[in-house]
T-cell receptor, first 117, second 115 residues
Framework: GDSVTQMEGPVTLSEEAFLTINCTYTATGYPSLFWYVQYPGEGLQLLLKATKADDKGSNKGFEATYRKETTSFHLEKGSVQVSDSAVYFC????????????????FGRGTQLTVWP | GAVVSQHPSWVICKSGTSVKIECRSLDFQATTMFWYRQFPKQSLMLMATSNEGSKATYEQGVEKDKFLINHASLTLSTLTVTSAHPEDSSFYICRQWTGGAYGYTFGSGTRLTVV
């Protein structure tokens, strides 16, 4: 079945450091891929998405490229800020296929990122 | 983008009482609502999927009689935790599904504490 494997945390970085959070997936066909961010005590916010192979999602300096050959969707940011401290979730979904899993999101375990000034 | 209003944002209740959590779609009609539970420092666990006008579909291991889900209209879905106990304390989050490219919106979550 569909699943997401996400890099275990926590990740601790200094401000302006480079960030990579690895995410790989298992799925048949062509799922859509997402990164969500969760700040303490809040719900999840969509950070970026990609709906087909080789798409690059980007937002707020974060980027991730849908790599079908490696079944990966790694999150990167060139220079993190203290305000980026949060939990990041990789997820996949089938938005356009038919079937009982339509619209369902499969989440990774989440990666806690802490950025120090 | 789509907006989901979830209330209350936090609630403290006594053991044995029931608590209702509402998720309201403000600008789209949510055909489907997903309900999640999140334990501290863990990922989201899908509890059930509700569709407007039909019974909810519960995930394996989730008690239907304890977690009552109602989706009476296209804009409102509710989760009622019945006879709550301290082990039901958790963070509950809803997510609306409107199909296609608009199915991304989560509610802000409800922190339930049962004392």
């Amino acid at each position: 079945g569909d699943s997401v494997t996400q890099m275990e945390g926590p990740v601790t970085l200094s401000e302006e450091a480079f960030l990579t959070i690895n995410c790989t997936y298992t799925a048949t066909g062509y799922p859509s891929l997402f990164w969500y961010v969760q700040y303490p005590g809040e719900g999840l916010q969509l950070l970026l998405k990609a709906t087909k192979a080789d798409d690059k999602g980007s937002n707020k300096g974060f980027e991730a490229t849908y790599r079908k050959e490696t079944t990966s969707f790694h999150l990167e940011k060139g220079s993190v800020q203290v305000s980026d401290s949060a939990v990041y979730f990789c997820a996949l979904s089938r938005l356009f296929d038919r079937g009982s899993t339509l619209g369902r999101l499969y989440f990774g375990r989440g990666t806690q990122l802490t950025v120090w000034p | 983008g789509a907006v989901v209003s979830q209330h209350p944002s936090w609630v403290i209740c006594k053991s044995g009482t029931s608590v209702k959590i509402e998720c309201r779609s403000l600008d789209f009609q949510a055909t489907t609502m997903f309900w999640y539970r999140q334990f501290p420092k863990q990922s989201l666990m899908l509890m059930a999927t509700s569709n407007e006008g039909s019974k909810a579909t519960y995930e394996q291991g989730v008690e239907k009689d304890k977690f009552l889900i109602n989706h009476a209209s296209l804009t409102l879905s509710t989760l009622t935790v019945t006879s709550a106990h301290p082990e039901d304390s958790s963070f509950y989050i809803c997510r609306q599904w409107t199909g296609g490219a608009y199915g991304y919106t989560f509610g802000s979550g409800t922190r339930l504490t049962v004392v």
